[in-house]
């Protein structure tokens, strides 16, 4: 069979009229976001125009493909393929003057974000604001000159309250550029807070493959994902938005059960298993849960979890068999390196809230600092800090110049405030990593 390219001059709809702008395009991004606005909007009246996160090697790419993707959901027992149209234009993150003209034009109402949790952390050192909420600010300005009014700012990263922690981060930058900006800001953009979830690993050569041989097109930049999405959002869009809710998107006016349901229970179980499961040479979601060890592991830190959620508006039984079926999915291959990436950020927002739970309730953490003791360990025996961490520069003099429980000390101080200096913790931690290693 031959191939052809998939582009735009393979693909008979026209492209959409920009009324997103996402900052981040990355697989997560088009598995999620650009897949529900597809889904939600088949007359095509939403398009995305797309900005690159920390890497613009994607960019290129898709530029070449006109937006246009494959989205592989992979089942426990088969893949199906979707050609997804929704994103019309990729730049890199560096054109700033592009992303303050889209963010200004009239038409646009959403602008979307996915720019991982460390990206809204203040720089260690000088305590410099996150560069994410700088550009914004430079997009906003220009929509204030622009007169092109109200619109929505959506944070689809995992951490609490995302929408309220970019506001304040983007008043803050917006006060320091100018003055009237940040009251223009306050009455006119509204910020949204999302939890997202759906799991998306990293694409890699047979599933470019699979692509060319089930659809007989060359796409260079294909996503896999689970079938599984969820998206639950909690805001004001002062604008228009497309209709998520018809791909199954939830709006409610309380986001935090929602966000602490996914966060602890799935992002937390995945840090555990990650963290664990590297420590006793696995390599993938499905080799460590199905681990006694882990999975036991894994229910302790559930139960404890779950006792500081709000059990009967959540479905928690409904919700853990699915996730136990989930991380089941022999075929998605989860990688736990990729989940390990990045662990000062996550683990902040996943793990660190369930410990500050149990101690509170006067409760052993101890099912929840294991996650943080396996991390203190594997961090031991990382050979490239930078490439797992974007947050090197806090975690690499601790490295460095501690071992030991100082090691073990430092980086809970990193953590958490105040966390370095709550011996109990801290010794618990080190007794816990001791048993680790
Ligand atoms: C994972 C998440 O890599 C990680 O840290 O825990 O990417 C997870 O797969 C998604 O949040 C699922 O929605």
Redesign the pocket.
Known sequence: MTSVRLDRSSWAAPPRPVRIVHIGVGN?SRAHQAWYTARADPTGAWGIAGFTGRSAAVADTLSRQGGLYTLIERGPDLDRLEVIDSICEVRPASDLADLAAAVAAAPTSVVTLTVTEAAYAPAPASGALPAVPDRLVTALAARFDAGAGPLAIVSCD?ISANGSVLRDLTLAAADRRRPLLGAWIDAEVSFVSTS?????PRTTEDDRRLVQSELALVDDAPVVCEPFTDWVLCGEFPADRPHWEDAGARFVSDIEPWERRKLWL??GG??LLAYRGLLRGHATVYDAVGDHTLGAALERFWDLAERHLPAAELDLNVYRRDLKRRFANSRIG?PLT??AADGLG?LRSRVVPVIEAATEAGESPEPALQVIAAWVQWLENVPDLAAVDASTDELRPVLRTTGGEDRTRALLGLLAPGWGSRDELVTATERLRIDLS
């Open positions: 997560f995992n997202v979830d759906r799991i998306t799935l992002n995945h840090s989860y990729q989940i996550k």
